[in-house]
């Protein structure tokens, strides 16, 4: 068997035929470009408040939830919805609302008044808003749709 050798030259794998004659294999193939990520939106609660007068038992309340779009390209229009609940795990909703959001844009902020939210007795209570509860909408972070504040609610008194 003839004797072959084989070397490198400027990004190229040559090999020596039997007459010694340099022939080029092929070039090494470029490491393949990391796939592109997509550009997508990031919707993100920023806070969630009681609106002035606090919370009031066995009222219609309102609150205030402030969103962004944190992402790089825009969000649809979707959905947000406020959740009264007990605090702890498992608890079950007492009263829910649902609002409509609006498309934004990259790096746009939106705040919505939510009203109607019944907190049907006094102690603590957990006040959760969450964003695309459904998953509809492709993000960059799912992680972050969701701020939940705890309040606590005193009975309603009656001056006489």
Known sequence: MPCRRAWWMAGSVWLATAAGTPVALAAPAAPAAPAARRALPDLVVVHVRAMPGGVRVGRCNTFEVV??????????????????????????????????????????????????????????????????????????????????????????????
């Not at 609940?85 to 939106?110: H, I």
């Not at 749709?145 to 009975?155: D, G, H, K, L």
């Open 67 to 160: 969103l962004r779009n944190a992402g790089a390209s825009p969000a649809a229009a979707t959905q947000v919805r406020l959740a009264v609940a007990r605090p702890g795990p498992g608890a079950a909703v007492v009263d829910s609302r649902t609002v409509a959001v609006a498309a934004l844009g990259p790096g746009q902020q939106a705040s919505l008044t939510v009203a109607g939210v019944l907190v049907p007795e006094p102690g603590p209570w957990r006040i959760a808003a969450g964003l695309d509860a459904a998953r509809t909408l492709a993000e960059a972070d799912e992680h972050n749709n969701e701020r939940t504040i705890e309040v606590t609610s005193a009975p309603a008194l009656c001056l006489r």
